[in-house]
């Protein structure tokens, strides 16, 4: 009832929060309808472009296109030709990003230009004049730009509708690998010899922040990192499609890539991540040892730093923001331009996220700031503020980056402990929003490699191909360079959960892992717990009266993808396709967006680490949302942290529910029948050769 009440508030107090936007990304595009035989040739052209971006345009056809194409002489086909225009303009004016040099997101003036190149490359009228645009912005861009715009139109074109990007850490190896790696690369193109370069995690031992940068500074996790923010851009705009849940998703993702980093830290024992601060002494360093491609090394940070002001932004203005956003927590309140903006609603945790990012959709930027993207540079400028030793930005300016750093998690559980005062703000959910009368959950086992109620993880190897981070040498031909990283993994593993049902119903089972204790061995209390659950799986399925056996693999989990195919093999497939041979196909609900399937969870350690597993089997016809399809739990697959593209997030509940509210009783809740937890152990294999 409660709830119910939160659901209507905004409606009681005369206020309404919905948008008058579509939802449709796709919107206003004008090619649809294409054959398989046009996504094949586009998909072709776009990897085409997309390989040696600092180098010229490998492709003839590409390249000539590129440079006779006049954006002036075909005005008519873009729907929006001020920016078009205004392109012309500064690209007269000398006053373009010039190419080589660094591209941020978090720079106004690099993405006041990227957002103009999007729009022009989305408002293309037809697929012919999009690949001239497109071909054009490859040969005079900055290729980072490029890059990032021309992502974000694939992502958002009807008529490129299911291309797949190759994965980023072989379109800018330089952003993925050591300066050691890519020189090494380097050496073995100039000898004309194929190489696979041994490619190791930065920094000794003599740190212990090192016995997790297999998690920071895997290639996947950055990847992934990368395309969640380019499903829900900070500067996307809701003229372009509205976003569903977007400030809520901001915190949830981030939320549980904060759970997955300590679990990795308690099975390595290390304590929790510790909230940064402002006044709080930065006490790890960090050495990149990485390279831009122009500018040099990514800068370093010493241990026990401090905040320094920036030229536009200063630290008493960044916390003046943050005690805003707290007072608005406690009121449950925040003050829009036109008054104050309810956060006491279930749309209130999506309006908070949207205010702490900040997004385009923050209720009052003036007022509240954007203290998640300033913090990004504050951490980023920390060693060079003024810029006075022309120093480029450190890793966390992009977000391909950032998690290689420690500090990205300490900022992000500064963040998320404002999101959990605000959720413990909300109080206990009632019961009648937990439970589910005549459903239990019996009994839940889990097998992984023939052990029961045991997962299994193990080191891997895989290889990288570092061609595109080589300038291509005239007359001679690319060698296979490759490198190969170590990167977590683990055995799959199969639930299987039993459910009596007193009716047939659709369910909604949500799966979550929970460590038991703190690195100290300290037992942990049900509210840290919930907060470190890290969901493993949200599907839906149906039950029959009587007994049921519901069996899940962990590789179908909604909240992974599996691993991308190389560059090299997209390629080939598309190629061959183009051919009529193999069966690649284009597929319009294939996603970037997901935490790769290897990283589903933790390492725990050799002994086999302590983990509970909790299922809430949950009534579907409560959780669906009107107007969603969820076609037999398809659409790419990893919809728990990034929605379905272009539709409303597909289920009802708070996201992170029904751990996201406070517990008062551990014991209470598991008498809920339709909640049950099993004890599982995690055990670390090794490596495997
Ligand atoms: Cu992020």
Known sequence: MASLVHRLLPLILGLTLAHAWSINIFQNDHSSGSTQADLLDRQHKILLMLEKIHDKNADKQGREIGESYVLAENLSNYDDQESVKELIEMAKAGKLLPRHHYFSLFDPEH???????FKILKSAKDWDTFYKTASRARVKANEGMFVYALTMAVLTRQDLKGIQLPPLYEINPHFFFPTTTIRQAYRAQMQQEDATIEATFTGTLKNLEQRVAYFGEDIGLNNHHHHWHADFPFWWRDEWGHKDRKGELFFYMHHQLNARFDA????NNLPRVEAIGWDKTIHEGFAPHMSYYEEGEFPSRPDDMHFLDLPFMTRDQMTRYESRIRNAVDKLKAYGP????????SEGIDILGNMVEANENTPNLAFYGSIHNLFHVFLARIGDPDGRYGLPPG?????????????????????????????DNLGPYPREEIEFPGVTVE????ESNGAANELQTLFDYFEVDLNNALDHIEGKDDREIKARVKRLNHHTFKYSIDVTSDAAHTVTVRVFL????????????????????????KFVTKVSSGKNTIVRKSSDSSVTIPDPPSFKKLLHDTEEAINGNGDFKIDEDHRHCGLPDRLLIPKGNEHGLDFELWVAVTNHDQDAVEGVD??????????????????????ARPMGFPFDRKIVCEDTFLSFSNIHRVDVKIRHLGELA
């Open 443 to 446: 009994d839940v086992t889990v």
């Open 338 to 345: 036109n008054g104050p903006v309810s956060l006491n609603s």
């Open 395 to 423: 890793v966390m300016e992009h977000f391909e980056t950032a998690t290689r750093d420690p500090t990205f998690f300490r900022l992000h559980k500064y963040l998320d402990d404002i999101f959990k005062a605000y959720k």
């Open 514 to 537: 929970v460590p038991k204790r703190e690195s100290s061995g300290e037992p942990l209390s049900i509210d840290e717990k919930r907060w470190s659950a890290i969901e493993l799986d």
């Open 264 to 267: 990795e830290r308690l099975s």
């Open 630 to 651: 969820i076609r037999d739990d398809d659409h790419g697959g990893s919809m728990s942290y990034c929605g379905i593209l272009g539709q409303k997030y597909p289920d």
């Open 111 to 117: 993405r006041r230009q990227m957002i103009l190149l």
